[in-house]
């Protein structure tokens, strides 16, 4: 398999894409079939054997267009005014590379900078990238076609790093740099502080040398000339630098992009929800997302559970046809287990309501395994939200809820008065009430005797504290008289914790 | 022939049993064929799925062989059956031959190495019922199997696929392994009703179907109904697509596009216009609450589509 399709797929794997070694190879044998020759062909061909889902498709699609980018080196922008250029002005019969690709419409873009894959005919989708590079090259047009002249004995390939610049040609400066990249494992890159060392190695590669002599040679000189051309050459250099330094940092988002992500998203999966920042709450839903999608697929199958005892007649008969009717293989009638009713009672006050925000938010993204779940809100009385939530977004349901219901002192017998008249009566053995609170009741009735009723005829109770064990039973808590009527009571403070929750809801539900 | 050409020649031969298409569906098909892999296609209802693979069967001149899934399905309908009832009159029959075959043995060990001597005929593929992946495996010529709505059945199904998926093959206990005869082409739809299995996954091509653009949706359409007027067309394209940017329960799939060109065909329109549009919206929407909500848009949904045609 070639060394460009194992790099590409190590690219996607950053991005997110699940590519198993079976899909590398049939990547591999794809490769061989469709050849590296049409852009197109080879994009859709590769997205249908490593992209298996909708999600991946568009991340595939994405690190395609990154990774087959060849188009950064732009001639410098800076030369189209610089003094040593307009004298060089001969040789405008020859037309340059770069003069075809101008009017090509964003497809030719790729002729000029694709080393590896030349010769590509039709590349209608990749079009954005290389239609800027297009864009950009009409503009220095008449300065380099006065330059090209030299393009031609130094074709692409060639040793000197200065001919090259002066030359304007991009193609060779791209492979050079390809080049040297590749001769510094720049693919290596991990750390965004490796950037400096992996310019500076991938310069010195590239003869970085020979333009610093050529610096010292015409500044040595003396004359007015020979200060210019220092000058021109010295910012030749500092173009070159530049671009070098675009490339690495691509290089670097290509094969690093999620790495950080993904370290992000596991501190944050741990920390306490109450201090997450604003900023991280972007991150934190996507998490949420993602923790869900997962719980969705490990549950989206339907169990079985197998009721011994109780004979299938029918299935019975209809599968010891082949033993000459003898009932000799017998089938026990089984059911299949149900997805829980859940109902969930939230503290939206204060402290409270961030963790609030976050089970209400688990427990909608798993509407398809979940279809059952119900929502009330507290702090002094209590409210059913749950059409607030089917009708409005996520987002827009939670803010509203905290604004009807957040704020005031919570009340912990009144919310499950409330609760008691409104839902009592659809508390049934399917049902999975969760109760999310700190169980701090302002020294009021915390009304226990409810939360037993509650508990008979749910078929479980799980109370969700955030505070940590310790402090339960401190001050106004009354956790000590509630937890008796719960089957479970736990501290749930961080994203783990909750998904370990509804994890174990999904799992054992009846 | 160059792929890209081999491509093309693929959405040709398409286009003419009347499935238009583009490149990334005929990439697959080409795809498939090379290097012999099932392609799971997803996409929307009604985007074309199951009629890919009636065009690619049409395309190649084989046969189609459909598997219908649903809850429950299982071996017995899926691969193969033993013929019991004509199993059981073979043993009758047999009985009554026992006596003339056994002629001149004597005692139980020479009968039965004398019964030996017959193959054990009674498991042989003369008792066979070929269900359709079976019959996929035994077509002499290759055939198209198309593995329908596969998210329907169950995961202990989806598992005993794997091995037909990947090597074309399937274990029939009592006759040993059954190779395809010629590797046939295989489609697996799905709606995306549950998630498929990675194993599953990762054994098929991935082919993604989304809703056509207003260009290849008016291919699409004069290819499928050739009476429907150019500038009619246009606009009833138009309409669709402005209808599948609103917030809908469901939004017209292709086939229901088609549908409605039909319609507006038999009632001799020739443009659009919102009472029209009002008449026959049940054709392209199949849930009161979506009429009710398009409602207020139809006219200004109209009036962009017949500027956009013309």
């Not at chain 1, 290596?188 to 950037?195: A, D, E, M, N, V």
Request: charged share 30%; proline share 4%.
């Amino acid at each position: 398999m070639s060394e460009v399709l194992t790099e590409f797929i190590r690219a996607l794997r950053a991005a997110d894409v699940r590519v198993s070694i079976s899909e590398s190879i049939d990547a591999g044998r794809t490769v061989e079939l469709v050849g590296f020759d049409n852009r197109q062909v080879l994009k859709h061909s590769l997205g249908q054997v490593l992209a298996k889902t909708e999600e991946e498709k568009l991340s595939f699609d994405e690190t395609f267009d990154k990774f087959f980018a060849f188009d950064q080196f732009k001639p410098p922008p800076k030369r189209e005014d610089g003094p040593g250029q307009a004298k060089d002005g001969e040789g405008e019969g020859e037309k340059s590379e770069s003069g075809q690709d101008a009017p090509s419409d964003g497809e030719g873009g790729e002729e000029g900078g694709a080393p590896s894959m030349p010769g590509q005919s039709s590349g209608g989708d990749g079009g954005a990238p290389q239609g800027a590079q297009s864009g950009g090259k009409p503009g220095g047009g008449p300065v380099n076609e006065g330059d090209v002249r030299q393009a031609g004995p130094n074709a692409p390939g060639g040793q000197n790093l200065l001919e090259m610049l002066e030359a304007g040609d991009a193609a060779a400066l791209q492979m050079a740099l390809a080049e040297a990249a590749r001769r510094t494992q720049l693919n290596r890159i991990r750390l965004f502080t490796q950037r400096g060392m992996y310019v500076r190695r991938i310069l010195e590669e590239m003869g970085l040398e020979t333009l610093d002599q050529a610096i010292e040679t015409a500044e040595r000189e003396g004359t007015e000339a020979g200060d210019a051309r220092g000058q021109e050459i010295r910012e030749m250099r500092d173009g070159l630098r530049a671009q070098v330094r675009d490339y690495v940092e691509q290089q670097l988002e290509l094969y690093t992009a999620n790495a950080g992500k993904r370290l992000r998203e596991e501190v944050l999966s741990q920390v306490r929800l109450s201090n997450v920042d604003h900023r991280d709450a972007k991150v934190i839903r996507q998490l949420v997302k993602k923790m869900a999608k997962k719980l969705i697929a490990l549950n989206s199958r339907r169990k079985k559970r197998t009721l011994r005892g109780q004979l299938d007649v029918r299935k019975t008969i209809r599968k010891n046809i082949e033993y000459d009717g003898l009932l000799f293989d017998i089938v026990w009638k089984s059911e299949k287990v149900d997805r829980p009713k859940v109902m969930a009672i939230c503290d939206v006050s204060g402290s409270v309501a961030q963790y609030t925000r976050f089970l209400l938010m688990f427990l909608y993204s798993l509407s398809e395994v979940l279809p059952q779940v119900r929502a009330f809100a507290f702090s002094g009385r209590l409210g059913e939200v749950t059409d607030l939530f089917e009708k409005e977004g996520i987002e827009k349901a939670i803010a509203e809820t905290m604004h009807v219901h957040g704020g005031g002192a919570t009340d912990y017998g009144m919310a499950l008065e409330d609760f008691a008249d409104l839902a009592l009566d659809d508390v049934d053995h399917h049902t999975t009430v969760i109760m999310l609170g700190d169980g701090r009741s302002n020294n009021a009735n915390p009304r226990a005797d409810i939360l037993d009723k509650i508990h008979d005829r749910a078929r479980r109770v799980i109370w969700l504290n955030p505070e940590p064990k310790s402090l339960w039973n401190t001050g106004d808590s009354v956790m000590r008289s509630f937890t008796p009527h719960c089957d479970r009571a736990q501290t749930c403070a961080s994203l783990k914790d909750l998904e370990r929750v509804v994890s174990e809801l999904l799992r054992t539900a009846v | 022939m160059k792929p890209e050409d081999e491509i093309q020649a693929v959405r040709e031969g398409f286009a003419k049993g009347g499935y238009i298409c583009d490149k990334q569906i005929a990439t697959s098909i080409f795809l498939s064929r090379k290097l012999g892999k099932p392609i799971l296609v997803e996409g929307p209802p009604g985007v074309g799925k199951t009629e890919l693979a009636k065009a690619t069967a049409e395309y190649l001149g084989q046969e189609l062989i459909r598997l219908q899934c649903y809850e429950g399905v299982d071996e017995a309908k899926a691969l193969y059956e033993w013929k019991y009832g004509k199993q059981l009159l073979y043993t009758q029959v047999l009985k009554e031959k026992l006596g003339d075959l056994m002629e001149g043995t004597v005692g139980l060990k020479q009968s039965m190495d004398r019964l030996h001597e017959f193959d054990d005929t009674f498991f042989s593929t003369e008792f066979l019922e070929p269900r359709p992946l079976l019959k996929a495996l035994w077509s002499e010529k290759g055939a198209v199997l198309l593995i329908d709505e596969i998210d329907k059945s169950d995961d202990e199904f989806e598992a005993f696929l794997l091995e037909l998926l990947s090597d074309y093959q399937i274990s029939v206990p009592e006759l040993g392994t059954i190779k395809a005869k010629s590797t046939p082409i295989v489609f697996l739809t799905s709606n995306n009703s549950r998630e498929i299995g990675d194993a599953l996954k990762r054994r098929c091509l991935h082919l993604y179907i989304p809703f056509p653009d207003s260009k290849l949706e008016n291919d699409i359409i004069k290819a499928r109904v050739p009476d429907v007027e150019e500038g009619l067309r246009k606009q009833l394209v138009a309409f669709v697509q402005g209808l599948r940017t609103l917030e809908l329960k469901k939004h017209p799939s292709v086939s229901e596009t088609i549908d409605w060109a039909r319609t507006l065909v038999l009632l001799h329109a020739e443009t659009l216009d919102a009472e029209l549009v009002r008449d026959t919206l049940n054709v392209l929407l199949k849930f009161q609450d979506d009429i009710e909500n398009v409602d207020g848009e139809i006219n200004a949904l109209t009036t962009q589509a017949q500027k956009a045609s013309a």
